[in-house]
């Protein structure tokens, strides 16, 4: 804290003043969605009607609770499904990448750093169209040449993935890069000396070093993979991730069922947010 | 026998590489400028040109619109800047310890939430019979129920919340690498407030600053939903022409020429950001 300026006291006040609303501010649209999902009405808005689970456990039409809301509850493996492939690949892919530019020096790397930046700044909507304009073609090509189908090809959940993958990786390869550039390569070479085969060193010595970073990875990529909208709303096919599953329950008009699905997602963000904080702390 | 292995080694780190941005990134994007070129003569009978870039500027819809997403979210980002610097400034500054601690993690939680969530919470509180209206209504300050939502100002207030934290985080980074004493010592040497923040504090923030704008100016501009959701049927956001493009009128050519100018946009202004503030993509991304 920088103690020795002088400030006014009225300008100190005014400060933690602005300070404060600002984190009402933050706070605000999170907390009102979680009060609501106890509201007894069913639509999501005052006046307050008295406290009910029925929002999560509720059985009866038209209170039925997320734990027995199907469309919901398949919407949410979906998720989870989707968003164990994203991570399991992008960590793979990532871990490779972070070797390679860390590691390596070749021509054209600063070419290839550049590019493996640009997910950040492609718009998500953009990166999900063009991979649909690609397979789209390609399914097209292939479709017309051997006159077979290629459902993998059209939208559904393997371009799901991809299209979240093409983008998470980036984050899984900056997260583990500076964890390996933190690396003391001595440590390896010591392995070396000591006889250990080459993979025998990255695997006993700098993977487990890797590790925390490559296991923070995955929860970022999960939580992105569970939040993410844009891009796999251009991709989704018949079975929708929960976003999307939301978003038409949204269009259509809220009862606080969603917000009860919010606030179970708020808390799960939050836990893995924490989580993967923790993880980065170990560097 | 040993470089055979390592070259071998280089090649298989190499291969993921490439197979990802080749045929996820540059690939898809040289297909869809490809079909952007598309012209339908007749029943899948196709020229190349460029007749669909000139239905765009032929249509003042499409060009109006793509101008005030523009507008819209260069508006945003200096908002989300102005809102977020005292505040990271207070963060990396004025706390230390658990408060910033805290502080800190307070700000990260909003950001760990789907955007979808964050926007449903501004629906509810902003809507006519939300609780923003009931508030006022109870408070005595008007006495009909008033709507929020659906208007520029309800989409402001959505942008500038689902981009803050990518503005404040970045910003208490770079602020809190500045060195306390660089700070007294402007005002040993008789600066004032104003003039350390203008000639010290700014400029060693400004790798902060502007990677902090180009992420949130990127956010607003491919924003879909809080438009969508918060500016109703009407909102007019250029992601929702291309949306429609697509699934609504399956009309492939002419989104993705769509798609490509917003592409473009998206990189001339973060390039010229960059330009301007003499930053590079990988210092001030590849963090």
Known sequence: MITTIPQSTAFRWTYRAYVTLFFIYLALPLVTVCVFAFNDSVFPSLPWDGFTW?????????????????????????????????????VIVGTCNAFLFVRHDFRGKNLLYILMLLPLIIPGIILGISILVFSSSIANTLEEATGLWFDGLRPGLILVVLG???????????????????????????????????????RQVTLPFLFPAMLAAAVVAVLMSFENFNTTLMLVGSDAPLTVTMFD????????????VSLLLIVVSAVLGLLSLLLKRED | MRSDTSKLGFILLLAPLLIWLLTLIILPHVGMFIVSLREKVGIREYETGFANYAVFFNEPLYWNTF????????????????????????????TRGRTKTTLFLMCL?????SELVRTFGWMILLRETGVVSSFLQYAGLTSAPIEFLYNDAAIMTGLVYT?????????????????????????????????????????????????????????????????????????????????????????????????????????????????????????????
């Open chain 2, 109 to 113: 939680i909003p950001f760990w939430v």
């Open chain 1, 249 to 260: 329950r949204l269009k259509l008009g809220s009862t606080p069922v969603l917000n009860a």
């Open chain 1, 164 to 202: 979240q993958f093409s983008f998470i990786t980036t984050f899984a390869t900056l997260v583990i890069s500076a964890r390996l550039q933190k690396f003391d390569s001595s440590l390896e070479e010591a392995a070396l000396n000591l006889g250990a085969s080459k993979w025998g060193a990255i």
């Open chain 2, 163 to 287: 981009s803050m934290l990518f503005m404040v985080v970045p910003l208490v980074t770079t602020l809190d690498s500045l060195d306390d004493s660089l700070i007294e010592a402007g005002y040993d040497l008789g600066g004032s407030s104003l003039s350390i923040l203008r000639e010290i504090v700014i400029p060693h923030a400004m790798p902060g600053i502007v990677s902090g704008c180009i992420v949130v100016f990127m956010l607003s501009l491919g924003n879909y939903l809080t438009p969508i959701l918060l500016g109703g049927k009407d909102s007019l956001w250029f992601t929702g022409l291309i949306y429609s493009q697509f699934i609504t009128r399956f009309n492939w050519e002419l989104g993705s020429a769509f798609g490509f100018l917003l592409l473009g946009l998206s990189s001339l202004i973060v390039f010229l950001a960059l330009k301007l503030s003499g930053q590079s993509l990988g210092k001030t991304m590849g963090r």
């Open chain 2, 67 to 94: 101008a005030r997403t523009a507008y819209m979210s260069i508006t945003a980002t200096f908002l989300t800047l102005l809102i977020g610097f005292p505040i990271a400034y207070y963060i990396a500054k004025l």
């Open chain 1, 54 to 90: 029925d929002w999560f456990f509720g059985t009866e039409t038209p209170r039925i609770g997320v734990f027995h809301e199907r469309p919901i509850l398949r919407s949410i493996v979906t998720s989870g499904v989707v968003a164990f492939w994203v991570s399991g690949l992008s």
